[in-house]
């Protein structure tokens, strides 16, 4: 049982090392760490059931929008998980995918703020490099799908809202024009 335990830890690690060079973002080693220790432990429950899971935890995100919510790391572990390898089940329930970035940003943040010590210092670095791992999770998901992770609008949108790096990628493949942010005419 150990040895299947650490082939499945070598095996997403192995991924996210290739992820990374692809997407020629190079993360720390502590986010490296977590990445795959949440891999691992998030593999049977995302493996199974996505579709619930997905609508569950949409209701349950929005319903608390304007409550404080207990376990911040765990909606920033789920919303990075269905921002960057689920966003199929994410797009279908009609909300960006640059929806789930910011609140998953948003909640590391706020744990960090909260945690002192080491662990605040982990959830302060993950805030801040939230999407370049988002972006790794990406090409992770179009490395082992051979398809493109996000539609043309949700690039559009995670591209402008969040500065992802994958985004614009996925852009510039769709269109041989260049992306240009749209801007707000004053009258």
Not at 33 to 53: D, K, M, W
Not at 76 to 103: K, N, S
Request: charged share 15%; with cysteine; glycine share 8%.
């Amino acid at each position: 049982m150990i040895d299947l335990q650490l082939a499945e830890a070598a095996g997403w690690r192995a991924l996210m090392t290739l992820a990374q060079q692809n997407a020629q973002i190079f993360l720390s080693d502590a986010i490296e760490q977590y990445a795959v220790s949440l891999l691992y432990r998030s593999l049977g429950t995302a493996a199974s059931g996505r579709g619930p899971q997905v609508t569950r935890f949409t209701k349950n995100l929005l319903a608390a929008r304007h409550h404080p919510v207990a376990n911040l790391p765990a909606v920033g572990d789920h919303c990075l998980l269905f921002a960057g390898l689920l966003t199929e089940q994410a797009m279908l329930q009609g909300i960006p995918v640059a929806y789930f970035a910011q609140v998953g940003q948003q909640a590391y943040h706020d744990h960090a703020a909260r945690t002192p010590g080491e662990d605040g210092l982990l959830y302060r670095e993950l805030a801040q490099h939230f999407v370049g791992l988002l972006d790794v999770f990406l090409t992770m998901r179009e490395l082992t799908a051979a398809a493109p992770s996000l539609d043309g609008l949700n690039a559009y949108q995670l591209w402008c809202e969040t500065g992802s790096h994958h985004g614009w990628q996925v852009l510039r493949a769709l269109t041989p024009a260049l992306p240009a942010l749209a801007t707000h005419a004053r009258h």
